[in-house]
């Protein structure tokens, strides 16, 4: 089992910048795949951006080149530094963990970006 705690959201004006952190623990070495998803009221969770274990980054075309995702292993955690905030990126931002027979979500933190 693998369990997952994000923070780091909040509000944020146009154009402004946050840092999302997830902690992860519990059986670490069966994470094969992180990843960053979100929702906004009314719509469907999407992805935002994913990375492995080996560093290998996607990422949504809405975000590309304001968001990096990024893994410190040796602290087992994931981050997601987000520049250039538009007031659509606003939604619950969730933490994703996948091995290769189960995935994981956290609960998620809210970022809410204001025009």
């Known amino acids: 089992q693998v369990q997952l705690v994000e923070s780091g959201g909040g509000l944020v004006q146009s154009g402004g910048s946050l840092r999302l952190s997830c902690a992860a623990s519990g059986s670490i070495f069966s994470i094969n795949a992180m990843g960053w998803y979100r929702q906004a009221p009314g719509k469907q969770r999407e992805l935002v951006a994913t990375?492995?274990?080996?560093?290998?980054?996607n990422y949504a075309d809405s975000v590309k080149g304001r968001f990096t995702i990024s893994r410190d292993n040796a602290k087992n955690m994931m981050y997601l530094q987000m520049n250039s905030l538009k007031p659509e990126d606003t939604g619950v931002y969730v933490c994703?963990?996948?091995?290769?027979?189960?995935?994981?979500w956290g609960q998620g933190t809210q970022v809410t970006v204001s025009s």
């Open positions: 990375i492995t274990s080996g560093t290998s980054t």
């Open positions: 994703n963990s996948r091995g290769s027979t189960w995935t994981t």
